[in-house]
Nanobody, 122 residues
Framework: VQLQASGGGLVQAGGSLKLSCTVS????????MGWFRQAPGKEREFVAA????????YYADSVKGRFTVSIHNAKNTLYLQMNSLKPEDTAVYYC????????????????WGQGTQVTVSS
């Protein structure tokens, strides 16, 4: 399984970005796809996740109400719509796949994309 994240960039505070993550290869019959981020000098942290059916989503408190995770199964693509961006959202964003239903821990994710840089200027 390979994941390719894209869509990062430089945006002003209050702006929006939409990240994409395309998946190639064979996934399990059920899985959760998630977004994590890692800022310089900090540990990787959970951002959002969605069950493969699209019916169950999870968010970190820091992004709830601003970010929306979605999945397009026919396109094998995961999205993260990020609105009202703040400078503290600056990080490298990673997409990943987990065989578990509700996965917020990075240790539960088996496959990872290469990351895409998001920089929010104040």
């Amino acid at each position: 399984v390979q994941l390719q994240a894209s869509g990062g960039g430089l945006v002003q505070a209050g702006g929006s970005l939409k990240l994409s993550c395309t998946v190639s290869g064979r996934t399990g019959s059920t899985y959760t796809m998630g977004w994590f981020r890692q800022a310089p000098g900090k540990e990787r942290e959970f951002v959002a996740a969605i069950y493969w059916t699209g019916g169950i989503t999870y968010y970190a408190d820091s992004v709830k109400g601003r970010f929306t995770v979605s999945i397009h199964n026919a396109k094998n693509t995961l999205y993260l719509q990020m609105n009202s961006l703040k400078p503290e959202d600056t990080a490298v964003y990673y997409c990943a796949i987990s065989p578990y239903v509700s996965s917020r821990s990075s240790s539960q994710y088996d496959y990872w994309g290469q990351g895409t840089q998001v920089t929010v200027s104040s």
